[in-house]
């Protein structure tokens, strides 16, 4: 298992990086409220393992991993999902933390926002893979 965490609003950039546009399902969401966290279970692409498929004259083929991942909020005091479109499944886009409120904007509209006593935030990335790849081509 790989852990990223998040302390300071500096360091968004480094989960942003593996969840933007990585989708989640709001029926996934968890709050504990007995330890204060949120989870939202989301899978994660790496890149650092990229390797390349087969290729033709013309395209070159690489195969990126997809991993299991688990986004999760600490020290929550509450929190609020405005859900304008009531569908199930969303993608991460924007996270932003001012005055104790983190704010994950997801598309196609839903907003999260979180109330917490310190930022403190982890990106779990478990060593399991997801069955699907994504396959992607190249003309160079």
């Known amino acids: 298992m790989h852990i990223i965490s998040v302390h300071d609003n500096n360091d968004f950039a480094d989960i942003l990086d593996y969840i933007h546009d990585r989708e989640f399902n709001l029926s996934d969401i968890v709050f504990d409220s007995q330890k204060s966290i949120l989870i939202i279970p989301t899978t994660v692409r790496e890149y650092k393992t990229i390797r390349k498929g087969n290729s033709s004259l013309l395209f070159k083929k690489y195969i990126v991993p997809v991993f299991k991942a688990t986004l999760i909020i600490m020290n929550v005091v509450n929190y609020n999902i405005f859900d304008s479109e009531h569908i199930e499944t969303y993608a991460f886009n924007i996270l932003r933390f001012k005055d104790d409120i983190l704010t994950i904007n997801a598309v196609p509209c839903l907003k999260i926002s979180v109330e917490i006593q310190g930022l ?8 399991e893979r997801v069955l699907k790849e994504i396959q992607f ?3 160079f």
Do not use: G, K, W
């Not at 403190?120 to 060593?127: A, C, Q, S, T, V």
């Open 120 to 127: 403190n935030i982890e990106l779990r990335i478990d060593d």
């Open 137 to 139: 081509y190249s003309i």
